[in-house]
């Protein structure tokens, strides 16, 4: 087990408690403020650097990678709802990331040992996506402005179709999966029971 790097993915959920209260607090600040842009790099520089350290440091665990993926939910979920919160983002967005990140986590739950993490590209992807988004809703309340309003607009439509994306992604993982155990389908089942 790596502490360091444990302890690195804590800080992530730290900074992802204070970030909507930040984001939120500092919307209505005339000049902005620089305490959601520190947050969000915070949480980027924890992201970055827990599982090379777990890696390195021979402490890569299953624990360590759910709570690396429950600082990432947290924190890129609660930015996203305090966006669409204080009028900067549709709620489209927050529920997106739901629906991808749980899509995620039940198909890592019908795995089995430390291989079971889903991984899948477009899945990354959406998670760099919702880390860039929280950023900029951390610049948008550091520096606002109505130029905000079509970037962020935009940076929203991308992470909803990139989400959207990985969550079909899984669910056909899970379909496909389902469609292979021995016993599904109708080839499975008695003459009886089809009837």
């Not at 299953?62 to 549709?90: E, K, S, Y």
């Amino acid at each position: 087990m790596s502490r360091a790097a444990d302890a690195l993915s804590l800080t992530r959920v730290a900074a992802a408690v204070a970030l909507p209260v930040a984001l939120a607090s500092s919307i209505d600040r005339p000049g902005g403020a620089w305490l959601p842009l520190g947050l969000w790099g915070v949480g980027v520089a924890t992201d970055l650097l827990d599982g090379p350290v777990a890696r390195r440091l021979g402490g890569a665990t299953r624990h360590g990678a759910l709570l690396d993926n429950a600082a990432d939910v947290t924190f890129v979920l609660g930015a996203a709802a305090t966006g669409a919160a204080i009028g900067l983002l549709a709620w489209r967005v927050p529920i997106a990331i739901a629906t991808a990140f749980g899509a995620y986590a039940l198909a890592s739950a019908a795995g089995h040992g430390e291989a079971a993490r889903a991984y899948t590209p477009i899945g990354h992807a959406a998670g760099v996506c919702n880390y860039l988004l929280a950023g900029l809703l951390a610049a948008a309340v550091l520096r606002p402005g109505r130029a905000w309003g079509p970037v962020l607009d935009a940076a929203g439509l991308v992470v909803l179709v990139v989400n959207g994306g990985a969550a079909a992604v899984q669910a056909a993982g899970a379909v496909k999966r389902a469609r292979a155990r021995p016993g599904a389908g109708r080839r499975g089942r008695s003459r009886r029971s089809s009837a």
